[in-house]
């Protein structure tokens, strides 16, 4: 047997990815993964690709893409030129490239109380020690300050909150205060129904280092694995050289595609229409939700993103992870509370609920399913 590095022992497995197989089954209604819908991806036409994107191209990305990337980041009020921007494959790799830079044995990191479970993923496989936090008590930050701060301020997941301006500075406060590095993730901000403060945390960092970091997967479509992120110019080159040794650079052909979509006339109409589409599965969600677990849970409707958290209040504490198993067997799927959690109580009594992917008709029997469980086992 060959000696796996010590750190393998921390690995664990996503339990997203572990039900996304699940979800192809014929008849099966998914809540679980955070899939956008299929009618919201846009046309694609790989017909007038340029050969030259065939060749290997420079890590940092396409120039004309930074360029566009800086531009949108300087709009929402993050101030970027783009020689300190770099595409990433996904988002989830600037976790990955950021984690390698910051985390080793030890190393204490906070990050919010749920938070997304594949960051967790990452920050424990290097060895993350964790100190938590809830957007409206960042104490634990000042108390016991961490090398990282790891925020999803809008649209959380799994918690689809969206952080007040007072929140958000309260958070740049505390990590200025403690010299902490705030890494502030964003993938779901164009997802937003009604109105709320999406400003940048990291634009109200007075003094300590900060890495921003958003998607294209849930505004354009996942399959094209981009992202990127923007940072303190002090922390950019070693991000650089971490993803040349991670990937050389992400695909010329998505950065082309994703260029050519942004630069689309009817970009925002696109934009804007998928939004009302999502809004109206959300409101639809909400009211099966009401019909059928007004009674034993309570939820905050979210103003963006594309998840419910639902807080079960039954009379006995559920183990939702056998629950799933059941739940799957009735061809119903959903993502138990606990993996979001850094040391998972022994009952969390919460599970998420993705809105966008199910069709209306599958929602209200998947609900249905869901909640008759529910009152079985509660
Ligand atoms: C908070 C958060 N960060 C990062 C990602 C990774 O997204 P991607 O790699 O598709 O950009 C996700 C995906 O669901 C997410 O929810």
């Known amino acids: 047997m060959a000696q796996l590095a010590a750190r393998i022992q921390r690995?664990?497995?996503?339990?997203?990815?572990?039900?996304?197989?699940?979800?192809?089954?014929?008849?099966?209604?998914?809540?679980?993964?955070?899939?956008?819908?299929?009618?919201?991806?846009?046309?694609?036409?790989?017909?007038?690709?340029?050969?030259?994107?065939?060749?290997?191209?420079?890590?940092?990305?396409?120039?004309?893409?930074?360029?566009?990337?800086?531009?949108?980041l300087t709009q929402r009020g993050l101030k970027t030129d783009p020689e300190f921007v770099l595409v990433l494959s996904g988002s989830q790799q600037g976790i990955d490239l950021v984690a390698k830079l910051l985390i080793e044995s030890g190393t204490r990191v906070?990050?919010?109380?749920?938070?997304?479970?594949?960051?967790?993923?990452?920050?424990?496989?290097?060895?993350?020690?964790?100190?938590?936090?809830?957007?409206?008590?960042?104490?634990?930050?000042?108390?016991?300050?961490?090398?990282?701060?790891?925020?999803?301020?809008?649209?959380?997941?799994?918690?689809?909150?969206?952080?007040?301006?007072?929140?958000?500075?309260?958070?740049?406060?505390?990590?200025?205060?403690t010299n902490s590095i705030l890494f502030e993730d964003d993938p779901y901000r164009d997802l937003v129904y009604d109105e709320c403060e999406r400003t940048p945390?990291?634009?109200?960092?007075?003094?300590t280092q900060w890495i921003y970091q958003s998607s294209f997967s849930k505004s354009l479509a996942p399959g094209l694995r981009l992202g990127y992120l923007t940072c303190s110019p002090e922390l950019f080159p070693h991000l650089v050289q971490l993803k040349q040794a991670a990937d050389l650079h992400s695909n010329r052909i998505s950065q082309h595609l994703v260029l050519q979509l942004l630069r689309a006339d009817d970009t925002s109409e696109r934009?804007?229409?998928?939004?009302?589409?999502?809004?109206?599965?959300?409101?639809?969600?909400?009211?099966q939700l009401k019909k059928h677990f007004e009674d034993i849970a309570q939820?905050?409707?979210?103003?963006?993103?594309?998840f419910f958290w639902l807080q079960l209040k039954l009379a006995r504490s559920v183990d939702t992870r056998s629950l799933l198993t059941k739940a799957i067997a009735r061809n119903v799927a959903f993502m138990p509370g606990e993996p979001f959690f850094t040391a998972p109580p022994t009952d969390t009594n919460s599970i998420r609920l993705n809105f966008s992917y199910a069709s209306n008709n599958d929602t209200e029997k998947g609900l249905n399913v869901l909640s008759t469980l529910l009152r079985e086992h509660g």
């Open 11 to 72: 690995l664990q497995p996503s339990p997203v990815r572990d039900i996304l197989h699940v979800i192809n089954q014929p008849g099966m209604i998914s809540f679980a993964g955070g899939l956008p819908a299929a009618e919201s991806f846009p046309n694609i036409d790989p017909a007038g690709i340029p050969a030259e994107k065939l060749q290997y191209g420079a890590s940092e990305g396409e120039a004309e893409l930074r360029q566009r990337i800086a531009d949108d």
């Open 299 to 306: 939820w905050a409707v979210p103003a963006g993103g594309l």
């Open 201 to 207: 945390v990291c634009s109200m960092l007075k003094k």
């Open 271 to 287: 934009l804007e229409n998928a939004v009302n589409h999502y809004r109206q599965k959300r409101n639809f969600f909400d009211g």
């Open 110 to 177: 906070a990050v919010e109380s749920p938070t997304y479970l594949a960051a967790l993923q990452v920050f424990t496989l290097l060895g993350a020690h964790y100190t938590t936090f809830v957007p409206d008590d960042t104490s634990s930050i000042t108390k016991n300050p961490p090398t990282l701060t790891y925020a999803i301020p809008t649209f959380q997941n799994p918690t689809g909150h969206c952080y007040s301006r007072a929140e958000r500075q309260a958070l740049a406060r505390a990590c200025d205060e």
